[in-house]
Antibody, heavy 121, light 107 residues
Framework: QITLKESGPTLVKPTQTLTLTCTFS??????????VGWIRQPPGKALEWLAL???????RYSPSLKTRLTITKDTSKNQVVLTMTNMDPVDTATYYC?????????????WGQGTLVTVSS | DIQMTQSPSSLSASVGDRVSITCRAS??????LNWYQQEPGKAPKLLIS???TLQSGVPSRFSGSGSGTDFTLTISSLQPEDFATYYC?????????FGLGTKLEIK
């Protein structure tokens, strides 16, 4: 059974750096073709794709957020970490991590439950 | 970035109705188009990948079609559990952009 779970702070202050961890089980991020991505959703709004870490350490970022995002993986711990710098209230959202097989061409098959991050002073 | 435009943004229908949601890409995504269903307070669920492949366990009343820039999600006979928000997403190239969603409501 494949599971993913996001963890991290629920409240951050403006200008702070957010660090979120996706801990997963039931698959390995060293398996060819597998990726783990981050997607967020502000309250009442649409999904926004943020970043993706592939099995081969290839990393992709949203161009509009690239300067603020870093994605890393720890294969031995079955974790993917997303950091986002210079947080702003507009970054308030539920953050999801999700697994995609086959070089992510066929969509995101398994999702975590999401974690709500509020940015406020 | 490839922009994904969904229509309509909201749709009111009755149980048993046949409904269609369209998604248009700003450039060709070949068939790398996915559809997700999201219920309130829950994570999205992948329904259809590569335009028309139904995920395991998804009822056959859901179907997808299209290629290039124009895609359609069809629900042949709406059931109460289908009232949710639907998103398209392209996975042809990163960033894997999503549409703004279609909220399907009970009439």
């Amino acid at each position: 059974q494949i599971t993913l779970k996001e963890s991290g702070p629920t409240l951050v202050k403006p200008t702070q750096t957010l660090t979120l961890t996706c801990t997963f089980s039931g698959f390995s991020l060293s398996t060819g073709g597998v990726g783990v991505g981050w997607i967020r959703q502000p309250p009442g709004k649409a999904l926004e794709w943020l970043a993706l870490s592939f099995w081969n350490d290839d990393k992709r970022y949203s161009p509009s957020l690239k300067t603020r995002l870093t994605i890393t993986k720890d294969t031995s711990k079955n974790q993917v970490v997303l950091t986002m710098t210079n947080m702003d209230p507009v970054d308030t959202a539920t953050y999801y991590c999700a697994r995609c097989p086959s070089d992510c061409s066929y969509g995101y098959w398994n999702w975590g439950q999401g974690t709500l991050v509020t940015v406020s002073s | 970035d490839i922009q994904m435009t969904q229509s309509p943004s909201s749709l009111s229908a009755s149980v048993g109705d046949r409904v269609s949601i369209t998604c248009r890409a700003s450039q060709s995504v070949r068939t790398y188009l996915n559809w997700y269903q999201q219920e309130p307070g829950k994570a999205p669920k992948l329904l259809i990948s590569v335009a028309s492949t139904l995920q395991s366990g998804v009822p056959s009343r859901f179907s997808g079609s299209g290629s290039g820039t124009d895609f359609t999600l069809t629900i042949s006979s709406l059931q109460p559990e289908d009232f949710a928000t639907y998103y398209c997403q392209q996975s042809d190239s990163t960033p894997h952009t999503f549409g703004l969603g279609t909220k399907l409501e009970i009439k």
